[in-house]
């Protein structure tokens, strides 16, 4: 029998440190904990609740969606699925969209199409996949490879073979680029786990050019910039550069899970009945989400606004680099903002969580800030004046 009196361990699995907070509703901005504590959420649910918590375009339309059908399974045409792709390849320079329900998903099948283009090229040694030094692609067997960072690795050798590593906005480095063996490079065009370190456009731009003239295709992982997160809808607009391959999921269903490739025609026609599938993928609940989504994002104003708000953010914080010896360097773009300290920014997080403030990590001493994209002035300022209160209390206390 089981005696849950006597059950000491979590029943939970313990994958993740929590705080000591539990949220319990959200609305716009701000969540509030079973206590009726309120807080400014400048996580966004880690940059997926880009709208805020329970936007009303996106609510409306999924309370409709849950009267008519949840699910029904890839076997049978789902209309908004076609919606959705064709909103999606409009607005990038993508033809096709496979649709699943989480990043490391989106970059699974990014994995997969890449090894199997370069198979119907004709290529049969074209296999390994090259990734950049802090990265992070996902938590799946092969994602986690994907992911050069040797704390994600460690307990989980010997790793999906096929990966390789070079410097992260390292011109040189991509000289050694091995054609013979490579058929795709994979990375994130501002790093967010990693530390929220945007790439060099000019290393970028020059990493397209190689790839093109070594027939290696480029996969964008947009999971964390996408979806407006850096300013742009997708980050890469914002790089010259129009990827074979694009990954999606954080922003793109307002909270509700969801992930998606794309991919140019050439590509993307690599993947036949029968090649991938996802149970879940693409499912109505899921697409609603996603359509409402992105239909308020690329309103005419949306960015616009939010990019006036992020500049203010960043101006702002950029002044705190040289008023506290605590803050070392601001860097990210958009409203994907880190504060990197000479100092522990969980500490900073913690001190934040008292005055009602959630922000998070990227990296020990990366302070990560991830307002929803329509955050106002207003709660900008009020973030502001907190961050300053803990800023000089750290700084008195040492
Ligand atoms: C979060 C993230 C992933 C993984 O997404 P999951 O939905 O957690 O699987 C992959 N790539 C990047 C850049 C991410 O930020």
Redesign the pocket.
Known sequence: MLDLSAQKISPVMETYGRFPITLVKGKGSYVWDEQGNKYLDYTSG??TCNLGHIPEAVSEKLKNQLDHLWHCSNLYHIPSQNELAEKLTSLSCHDQVFFC???????EAAVKLAKKYAKDQGYTNKTDIVTFTD??????GT?MAA?AQQKIHEGFTPLTPGFSYLPFNDQEALLTLDEQKTCAVML?LV???GGVRPADVSWVKQLSKICKEKDILLII?????GIGRTGTLFAYEQFGIKPDVM?L??GLGSGI?V?AMLAKESVGQSFKPGTHGSTFGGNPLAMTAALATIETVEKSDFLKKAEKQSHYLFDELKKLETQYSLVKEVRGKGFLVGVELNGDAKHIVKALHGKGILSLIAGPAVLRVLPPLNTTEDEINHFLSLLKDVLNEQEDAS
């Open positions: 880690i940059a329900n989480s990043g490391a998903e989106a970059n990265s992070f692609h996902g938590r799946t994602t992911t994130e790093q967010g786990e992982d947009e999971v964390q910039t990954t999921a954080k899970p992930g």
